[in-house]
């Protein structure tokens, strides 16, 4: 199971646009030879690819242990895409200025300094307290 997954894992982390048809490849897991059929064949959408990897032990393929699919979708740069995104439209920027109130919780760890004037420091229990 794991080899063809891997497989299916490596196309979409490389981003790769695979061509539609078969091709046969070797793959070493576990100690084992695994022989793998990646079968790639369009689907109704144009950005969309369903890929087959079926897997077997032997070199002539006589004996199919396993067969997943899953789907692999183009991968488009900002720049393919438009300024304005898939739909032309503007996005609206999400991030904080550098300024604005944060959620982050601004009390001290043990061995900093504390604000009030006396350093934290844990105790043998696991304790903060403040000396």
């Known amino acids: ?31 084992r030879t695994w022989h793998l059929t990646q079968t790639v064949t369009p689907t109704s959408e144009a950005d969309l690819r369903r890929v087959e990897v079926t897997v077997y032990t032997d070199p002539d393929r006589d004996v199919r242990e396993l067969e997943m699919h899953g789907y692999i979708a183009r991968y488009r740069t900002p720049a393919e895409l438009g300024a304005g995104g898939p739909a032309g439209e503007q996005q609206e920027d999400t991030n904080e200025d550098e300024g604005s109130e944060s959620d982050e919780d601004d009390t001290p760890l043990p061995g900093e300094d504390d604000p009030a004037g006396g350093d934290i420091e844990t105790d043998e229990t696991g304790g903060v307290e403040n000396t």
């Open 1 to 31: 199971v794991w080899v063809a997954g891997n497989r299916l894992s490596e196309l979409r982390i490389t981003r790769a646009w695979p061509g539609t048809g078969s091709n046969d490849m070797v793959r070493t897991m576990g100690g």
